[in-house]
Structure formats: structure tokens, C-alpha cells
């Protein structure tokens, strides 16, 4: 089959590298993609909904898949679901899921699916208000839209609370996204990330991961949309996934019918493992980034069938296995990330990385010019690594990251050290 990405990230790198490989794909598209991705997929640069349906029309593509939150958000499968053509992602109105953290926060007060305690506020005394009460600290306060996964400030103190719900609702730091905010209790515990393919009915969990979203080592410093990820995380036990399973995604999936716009894709958990047991951070209505590098190759299984089989209905007539392995992934950024990012610097060593025995390197934010690649974003590049075990997926990762350089280049170096230590205790 013809299969298209929209997108543009190391997430739809990794999309299209599965997709690739998959042995029922003869042919991979990406709108707009990025210069790191021509050794997968033809790069297309058209702009706008109507161009991109006229070119899958045109190409007769078979199946199109949806990378970011944004063009589902903005309805772009709901134009595909109206011209008959395979869309793998929700319909708007099941991406507010992700597109409203207040309309999420609401759906699993109703369903009673595990999630921090919350308040919404569109009035700014109001919500200074209910912060002076707060006894406990810190406080999460969220922009209820979307923000590129940033949208997030963990206040400490009274003082910083304020000034967080401030900066939202006056459209200073987040802009339209932070319009409406919601102030939640904090929840102690690790963090893990359970991603699933759903067609609205059965649901198939994929291999869980854990994200590092702060930008320095030991998780200090400012909130970025993700520094690198591992999966399996060994927080999520046998149990635990069971847990998950019964009690978030199953119900998630069964609300969302309910509610009347049913939920057919990459539905994705952001989970608290606290010591009430698993709790959700938040859902994502398309694959995570970075857990998808780390994820997808450790799918076994034809990608692009069981994306098909989420658009029609038949999931569960779908085999999906996975390796018994184990993958790291490592966030490249730019000098200046996450608050501003350069751009220009020559990157050197991409060749000698991708020899690195089971490393994989995913494009982000590069750019080509005569033969050579050249930083062009804030996250650049994703260095991924496969191994029969954590330690040597990690040692690999570092290995192809090692032989990466270019000036201003950061990254962390502890993306994995958690589950060892957990793995480590349980000897």
C-alpha cells in the first residue's frame, strides 16, 4: 500500500522508518517532512488541508497518519473520513482529548477514571483566589490548551502560582492556550507513558515508556517538550499494565463512545505511578514524541496493517507483537533550547552514528545543503538504540551519540539511569 505522514518531527521519522519496513508498504510519503527524512520517504511540499487531500487523492494513497496534536485538533481526519480515504488519528472532536485539558480533566471525573484533583479558571482573581487557599504545595498549573508540551508550571510557592496563572490567562506566556487554566493537586510517584492502538472498541496496548522532560540530568532545570525516553520502563509491571488497562484506557476508550465522538488511533496515557496506584497526567490523542523512537522499534508487527485495521474497525483481527528487547533514545538540542534555539551550525559524525551496531538517528530540527546537514530546530536529532537489555541499549545510544557533534550541541546524559536503578533494586 501508499501510505502518507503528516509531519515534520523525529516522531514522523520514526513513523516513516517503521512504515518503510513494513512489508505491506511499497510507498512512503511525508508532508512536509524534513531534509533527514529522504532515506525513507519522498518529501512533499504542498501546504494547506486541501492540498494535502488533493495529493493523496491524487496518489491513491492507501492509508494517511497523523503525527502532531495540531492538524487532528484542526479536523484533518474528519476532511479525509468525508472523502471515504483511511486516516489513522481521531476526529477533532475526540482530539480535544488532548486539545482541552479541561475537557479531559471533566471526562474522567465523570467516568471516575484515576486523575490529580482540579479546578478550571477563565477569571484571573478567581483562580489567584482558590491558589491563596491552597495549603499544599507545589501546585500544577496547566494552560488548558495546547501549548507544544510546554504548557505545564510546577509552583512551589504561593508566589510562583500566582504569578504562573497570571502570565496564562493575560496571554503572556502561552498565548490563546492559556486562555482557561486548570490548577491541579501535584502527585508524587515516577512517571510512565503507555501508548495504544484503538479503533474505538478493542484497544491493544503498546510497550510502555518513559519520557525526560527536563531539560539538564537528574530532571533539573526548565520543561521541554521531551530530552529522550526508554521502553520498556520497568515502573509498569505485569500488574500495573493490568491496572492501566482496566481502569484508564478501557474506560477512556468506553467514555469517548459515549460521549459520542469515538476514539480511532494512537491514544496516549501520561501516568503518575503513585502510591494509590497508577494515575493519569494527561492523554495525548496521537503517538508521543519522544517515546515513539524508542517504541516503534520494538514493534515486531506490520505498522501499517494495524493502522488500517484501527481506521476500519478490526483491530482485533490484528496480531500485534513485540521484541524482547529493550530501546533508548537520546534528544540532540540546539544551544539555547527550550527557550529559544540556534540554527546553522554544521552537524558532523551522522554517518559514523547510524554505523553504530543498533543505533538508529531520527531527524528533527536539521536541514540540508550541499551534501551536509545543518541544525535548523530545537530538538535536532533523536539517537536511538536496540538491545537485548537496558544497560546495552543505553551504552549503544551514547555510543552513536558520542560520534555526533556540532557547536552548542546539549543533550542529556542520563535518559534510562531511573529504570536501571529500579531494575537494579529488584536483584
Known amino acids: ?113 484515576p486523575t490529580a484533583a482540579y479546578e478550571t479558571f477563565t477569571d484571573e482573581e478567581k483562580a489567584v483566589s482558590y491558589i491563596k487557599k491552597r495549603k499544599k504545595y507545589p501546585l500544577v498549573i496547566k494552560a488548558d490548551g495546547l501549548a507544544s508540551g510546554k504548557g505545564v508550571v510546577i509552583a512551589e510557592t504561593e508566589e510562583q502560582a500566582v504569578q504562573a496563572v497570571r502570565g496564562m490567562l493575560e ?5 490563546s492556550a492559556g486562555e482557561s487554566v486548570v490548577i491541579e493537586e501535584f502527585m508524587e510517584g515516577e ?29 533539573m ?34 467514555a469517548m463512545k459515549k460521549e459520542g465522538c469515538p476514539f480511532k ?37 506490520d505498522l501499517a496493517k494495524i493502522m488500517l485495521a484501527c481506521t476500519k474497525g478490526t483491530l482485533k483481527k490484528e496480531r500485534v507483537e513485540w521484541k524482547n528487547a529493550c530501546a533508548v533514545d537520546v534528544v540532540l538540542a540546539s544551544e539555547g533550547y527550550p527557550a529559544t534555539h540556534s540554527s546553522g551550525e554544521e552537524i558532523v559524525g551522522l554517518e559514523e552514528a547510524k554505523k553504530t551496531t543498533g543505533c538508529l538517528v531520527f531527524h528533527a530540527g536539521s536541514m540540508k545543503k550541499n551534501g551536509r546537514y545543518f541544525v535548523n530546530g ?10 537485548p537489555t537496558l544497560k546495552e541499549a543505553q551504552d549503544k545510544a551514547y555510543e552513536g551519540v558520542s560520534k555526533i557533534s556540532w557547536r552548542g550541541m546539549q543533550y542529556r546524559h542520563d535518559i534510562a539511569d531511573k529504570g536501571l536503578k529500579r531494575l537494579k533494586k529488584r536483584k
Open 1 to 113: 500500500m501508499k501510505v502518507l505522514v503528516i509531519g515534520s518531527g523525529g516522531r514522523e521519522h520514526a513513523l516513516l522508518w517503521k512504515l518503510a519496513h513494513s512489508p505491506s508498504v511499497k510507498e512512503v510519503y511525508v508532508i512536509p517532512g524534513n531534509d533527514g527524512m529522504t532515506d525513507v520517504a519522498h518529501l512533499i511540499p504542498v501546504k494547506g488541508t486541501e492540498d494535502i487531500l488533493d495529493f493523496a487523492r491524487l496518489m491513491e494513497v492507501d492509508l494517511t497518519v497523523a503525527g502532531p496534536e495540531t492538524v487532528l485538533t484542526e479536523g484533518l481526519a474528519d476532511k479525509f473520513a468525508e472523502k471515504g480515504m483511511a486516516f489513522f488519528g481521531p476526529s477533532a472532536a475526540a482530539a480535544q482529548i488532548e486539545g482541552s485539558k479541561s475537557f479531559a480533566k471533566n471526562l474522567m471525573k465523570k467516568y471516575k477514571i
Open 171 to 175: 496571554g503572556k506566556t502561552f498565548g
Open 191 to 219: 512517571e510512565a507513558s503507555v501508548l495504544c492502538f484503538t479503533d474505538g472498541n478493542t484497544i491493544v496496548p503498546m510497550i510502555s515508556a518513559q519520557d525526560h522532560k527536563r531539560i539538564s540530568d537528574g530532571d
Open 221 to 254: 532545570g526548565a520543561n521541554t517538550g521531551g530530552m529522550g525516553a526508554y521502553a520498556p520502563a520497568p515502573v509498569m509491571t505485569k500488574e500495573l499494565d493490568k491496572i492501566v488497562y482496566d481502569t484508564i484506557l478501557l474506560p477512556a476508550v468506553k
Open 265 to 301: 488511533g494512537c491514544l496516549y496515557a501520561g501516568l503518575m505511578i503513585t502510591k494509590d496506584g497508577p494515575k493519569v497526567v494527561e492523554f495525548n490523542c496521537r503517538f508521543g514524541d519522544p517515546e515513539t523512537e524508542p517504541v516503534l522499534p520494538l514493534l515486531e508487527s
Open 378 to 387: 530545537g530538538r535536532v536529532l533523536n539517537v536511538a538504540a536496540v538491545a
